[in-house]
């Protein structure tokens, strides 16, 4: 086994990475950016080593400054993580001509599996079944069009050298094709430096589903089931699962057949990932082949009881492969859920900035967290807006499904946004929870964007109940030194412009509430006053995030945040008395959505626009966002250039105003 790692990655890989080798024994060396010098992965290490500014292409994508790391810190073996350098054959081989062992595949595997047009002409070759298309590389949109014409809308445009949904576009028509193809080729360059684009056949109602393998170099391999990665937005993958609640035994072991197949066609060794996509009579064709490990990972480790890293590490030093396909079995469900530094209330805009909270759930035999971020650290604009994997297990999928609501429940992120509020809604919903889920998933549930759904009069009710219970606590233990009063008291609490007549009677630790004479059963522990609330409200297990400021308490609950305010029964009438916010009218400015970099903007100060033209593209978070026009106008005024960062809601524009 080798003396000491070094993690040539950043983030929560670098130390989910850690912790495994420092279970086996390994001494780690991180590497950081300048944005990192403070993170938790260099924290984690027992070395950390600069290596350049915070932009990826000037630090952790700058080969001759790992190996300058290896060799100050005699690491002898390099752990890629995913991304970054984790698939190129040119730093595999600069690392092997060093000395170092590469953990991961040879050469050939990547440079074969890395190219999606040569890794479908293999498929092809090993009988794998593959997606209908043109395997050549476009020259140009024009040819994009023509090619898109013969295979049939809808079409994907794809970057060869692409992943992580980076480089690619849907097209329905003639001219989605043309914008695509720029999009997509651009987006590529910037992030594999390879602009080569190619076309095949969108497959309708397709599920994405993929087999984990594990291979050794001495002709052994495995497949360790199937994960379901089909609820995704822009190709990135949101939620993932394990097993699949579509696949049968029988697909299972077809898919898993051919996985191991194509492995072996092209001498796979370590813990790589065989992606397909399955329509909805079981129908699967291949996708691509990741040859490094997989974000979602943590689902198959938690049903199967095995160490993925732990086994990369071991193949990598030379060890045979000491599993058979008769040890792997499925042991219960997982789910993971990717929190991402982003807004979902405003398009998904990525949101860069410092923690001042960040407090995950703790860890339990049901609930693991995957993160490279801690309380005060700041999140960056240069580096992927994933910050953490939220991963529960339980004995079924409605078992995995009911901690995960809770553990989002608890999550707290203050600082930034996040999209926790949109994990909490994929998991409840109806869909979801009957095992409905295709890669349009939601998409075609949240045509127009994701909005906080109103709550149900049951979470209404119940947080109105949880909210007066605790300004109960609070008033008792100000006035008496202690909240062991008995007590009953009527306030009014106002959820969502309704005031709720809610009478509180308490008994012990028990607690019960009339809202609106409804009648709600409320249990909670003896202390309330933290951020985060376990209760039992009616028999059912529930968490909720609460933040008092006076009268005003805001609580995040079932996926819902609101505010409630409490009053007395004498005061509650005044409050109609009160003045409402003005809303400012802001509709003649183009305001960023989002922090980043102004790639390029289209107009100048004088040209009529029409609503949804293109006005230019912001590149934030390693993804290029097009901004369009709200509405027609002709514009006035241009703030910004190309070039210039931007941070949210800073003016980019404005249009004439409407007399």
Request: aromatic letters at 6%.
């Amino acid at each position: 086994m080798f003396n000491k790692l070094l993690v040539a990655n950043r983030g929560e890989i670098a130390c989910r990475v850690m912790r495994t080798a420092k279970h086996l024994g390994i001494k780690t060396v991180a590497v950081y950016s300048d944005a990192d010098r403070d993170a938790l992965h260099t924290l984690m290490a027992d070395e950390a080593v600069h290596i350049g500014k915070a932009p990826s292409a000037e630090s952790y994508l700058m080969v001759d400054n790992i190996l300058e790391a290896c060799r100050h810190t005699g690491a002898d073996a390099v752990h890629p993580g995913y991304g970054f350098l984790s698939e190129n054959s040119g730093f595999v081989a600069a690392v092997e001509a060093a000395g170092v062992t590469f953990v991961g595949p040879s050469i050939n595997a990547i440079q074969v599996m890395g190219d999606k047009i040569t890794s479908k002409a293999l498929a092809d070759s090993a009988g794998v079944p593959t997606i209908p298309g043109y395997n050549g590389v476009l020259a140009d949109a024009d040819e994009a069009v023509a090619r898109a014409g013969a295979i049939g809308y809808p079409v994907m445009l794809k970057a060869s050298a692409g992943g992580g949904g980076k480089g690619m576009r849907i097209a329905h028509d003639e001219a989605q094709c043309r914008e695509g193809f720029a999009r997509a080729s651009s987006e590529a360059r910037a992030s594999f430096s390879d602009d080569r684009i190619f076309v095949e056949k969108l497959i309708s109602q397709p599920r994405h589903i993929e087999i984990q393998v594990l291979a050794d170099t001495y002709g052994n391999c495995i497949h360790l089931n199937e994960r379901e990665c089909s609820i995704q937005r822009r190709h990135q993958k949101v939620l993932e699962e394990a097993p699949s609640p579509f696949i049968d035994p029988a697909t299972r072991a077809q898919m898993g057949a051919q996985a191991i197949a194509l492995a072996q066609a092209v001498d796979y060794c370590s813990a790589g990932t065989v992606e397909f996509i399955v329509d909805d009579a079981r129908n699967f064709y291949f996708l691509e082949m990741n040859t490094r490990l997989q974000v979602e990972h943590p689902v198959t480790e938690l049903i199967t009881g095995i160490d993925l890293v732990e086994w990369m590490l071991r193949i990598a030093a030379g060890e045979p492969l000491a599993l058979t396909q008769d040890d792997v079995g499925i042991s219960g469900w997982s789910i993971e859920s990717r929190v991402y530094a982003e807004d979902p209330f405003r398009g998904f805009a990525p949101s860069a900035g410092r923690l001042l909270r960040f407090r995950p759930p703790a860890e339990s035999a049901t609930v693991r967290v995957d993160t490279g971020v801690s309380e005060g650290g700041e999140v960056s604009m240069h580096y992927d807006p994933m910050v953490a994997k939220l991963v529960t297990y339980g004995p079924d999928r409605n078992s995995a499904t009911t901690a995960m609501c809770r553990a989002l429940d608890r999550f707290q992120v203050k600082g930034i946004q996040s999209n926790i509020p949109f994990l909490s809604a994929l998991v409840m919903h109806p869909r979801f929870v009957a095992g409905e889920l295709t890669t349009g998933f939601i998409e075609e549930e949240y045509p127009e964007g994701f909005a906080a759904a109103r709550p149900s009069d049951l979470i209404v009710c119940r947080i109105a109940a949880l909210v007066a219970v605790i300004h109960e606590r609070w008033c008792t233990r100000e006035q008496f030194g202690s909240t062991n009063q008995q007590s009953t008291s009527v306030r009014h609490v106002r959820i969502n412009d309704a005031q709720h007549v809610v009478q509180v009677c308490r008994d012990g630790l028990s607690w019960s509430v009339n809202v609106n004479h409804e009648r709600v059963k409320l249990e909670l522990p003896e202390s309330v006053f933290t951020s985060v609330v376990d209760f039992i409200a009616d028999g059912i297990a529930c968490s909720a995030q609460v933040y008092r400021q006076g009268l005003i308490y805001e609580v995040f609950h079932s996926g819902t945040l609101v505010q409630a305010m409490v009053l007395e029964s004498y005061s509650a009438g005044l409050y109609e008395l009160m003045p409402r916010k003005i809303i400012l009218d802001l509709s003649h400015l183009l305001l960023s959505p989002m922090p980043g970099l102004l790639v390029s903007l289209s107009v100048e100060t004088g040209d009529v626009v029409k609503a949804g033209q293109e006005l230019g593209v912001i590149e934030a978070m390693k993804m290029e966002n097009v901004i369009r026009a709200p509405r027609d106008g002709t514009v006035a005024a241009i703030h910004i250039r190309d070039g210039e960062v931007v941070e949210v809601d800073q003016a980019i524009l404005e249009f004439e105003q409407r007399t």
